[in-house]
T-cell receptor
Framework: DGGITQSPKYLFRKEGQNVTLSCEQNLNHDAMYWYRQDPGQGLRLIYYSQIVNDFQKGDIAEGYSVSREKKESFPLTVTSAQKNPTAFYLC??????????????FGQGTRLTVV | AQTVTQSQPEMSVQEAETVTLSCTYDTSENNYYLFWYKQPPSRQMILVIRQEAYKQQNATENRFSVNFQKAAKSFSLKISDSQLGDTAMYFCAFMKQKGANAGNMLTFGGGTRLMVKP
């Protein structure tokens, strides 16, 4: 089945440590995105990539880094520079189809907690 | 930059009744897409319905329909015959239309928490 897989589902990090969240898709989508969701709030864009080896900062990129070495993979690293990393992280991918409609598919998310 | 506003943080509806969730947006674009996503307690985002801005006809998917008012920049979601499984957070989202083979980023509203009561 096609879809997006995020791992792990739950992640704990000690203060001062970097941690990497995995996102893999087998939908052959060109674009991939990382969003952060805080309790009771909407989704905010961290980074997005429209093509392999290229990515752009979103609204809240500080303290995060990404790479896009393969079309299928878009890992997100939460660095020690991110002062408030505890949140729910959602990865998404998207593609224009032949009739010019577009939509994004989401993974199931990773809950990161700093301990 | 685009902004999406959902003015109702929480709503409730009785099972089998109809409820309407509001969404307004601000953009200078003429071609774009609008979406409603559902996020149940499992936290996974599920596409409910989408609307292309160039289409005047309102989108409908079974019990879900939208009222798209382009001039007013309004995009409300109507849920008919509400079911207990409709209980979730609902997010309105905006996406610009760019060139072919290009991905686009979604801009989300703050969400509306809907509770369907038995």
């Amino acid at each position: 089945d096609g879809g997006i897989t995020q791992s792990p589902k739950y992640l704990f990090r000690k203060e001062g440590q970097n941690v990497t969240l995995s996102c893999e898709q087998n939908l052959n989508h060109d674009a991939m995105y990382w969003y952060r969701q805080d309790p009771g709030q909407g989704l905010r864009l961290i980074y997005y990539s429209q093509i392999v080896n290229d990515f752009q900062k979103g609204d809240i990129a500080e303290g995060y880094s990404v790479s896009r070495e393969k079309k299928e993979s878009f890992p997100l690293t939460v660095t020690s520079a991110q002062k408030n990393p505890t949140a729910f992280y959602l990865c998404a991918s998207g593609q224009m189809n032949r009739d010019w409609r577009t939509e994004a598919f989401f993974g199931q998310g990773t809950r990161l907690t700093v301990v | 930059a685009q902004t999406v506003t959902q003015s109702q943080p929480e709503m409730s509806v009785q099972e089998a009744e109809t409820v309407t969730l509001s969404c307004t947006y601000d953009t200078s674009e003429n071609n774009y897409y609008l979406f409603w996503y559902k996020q149940p307690p499992s936290r996974q985002m599920i596409l409910v319905i989408r609307q292309e801005a160039y289409k005047q006809q309102n989108a409908t998917e079974n019990r879900f329909s939208v009222n798209f008012q382009k001039a007013a920049k309004s995009f409300s979601l109507k849920i008919s015959d509400s079911q207990l499984g409709d209980t979730a957070m609902y997010f309105c989202a905006f996406m610009k239309q760019k060139g072919a083979n290009a991905g686009n980023m979604l801009t989300f509203g703050g969400g509306t928490r809907l509770m369907v009561k038995p």
